[in-house]
């Protein structure tokens, strides 16, 4: 297993950019898929971006496609969320997620894999 912590969080306008950072520690990074998760008050958590080990799949949810961007750097054992264009319905506690999946493939979220503590996006003017 590995352990992350998320960081980059913050306050920020309408339109402007963010870049969220989730550092991870302890085993061997590159074998996961990593995943960013966001919940906002009173909503079920979802899937925001996602990257398989090999990073030959990705996925983007719908309200972020074009927007967000997620990457990662297995030497720095970093996986990161670009985000522009910030929009008030953007704002949640954003959560770093590392899994391995069978097969390869996207973090499965829920009770598998690990999970960062989260880092806080509010969106306001």
């Known amino acids: 297993q590995v352990q992350l912590v998320e960081s980059g969080g913050g306050l920020v306008q309408p339109g402007d950019s963010l870049r969220l950072s989730c550092a991870a520690s302890?085993?061997?990074?590159?074998?996961?898929?990593v995943g960013w998760y966001r919940q906002a008050p009173g909503k079920e958590r979802e899937l925001v971006a996602a990257?398989?080990?090999?990073?030959?799949?990705?996925y983007y949810g719908d309200s972020v496609k074009g927007r967000f961007t997620i990457s990662r750097d297995n030497a720095k054992r970093m996986v990161a969320l670009q985000m522009t264009g910030l929009k008030p319905e953007d704002t949640a506690v954003y959560y770093c997620?590392?899994?391995?999946?069978?097969?390869?493939?996207?973090?499965?979220?829920?009770?598998?894999?690990?999970w960062g503590q989260g880092t806080q996006v509010a969106v306001s003017s």
């Open positions: 997620t590392a899994d391995r999946p069978p097969y390869g493939g996207l973090p499965r979220g829920g009770s598998f894999g690990s």
């Open positions: 990257l398989s080990w090999s990073g030959d799949r990705t």
């Open positions: 302890g085993s061997i990074f590159r074998v996961y898929a």
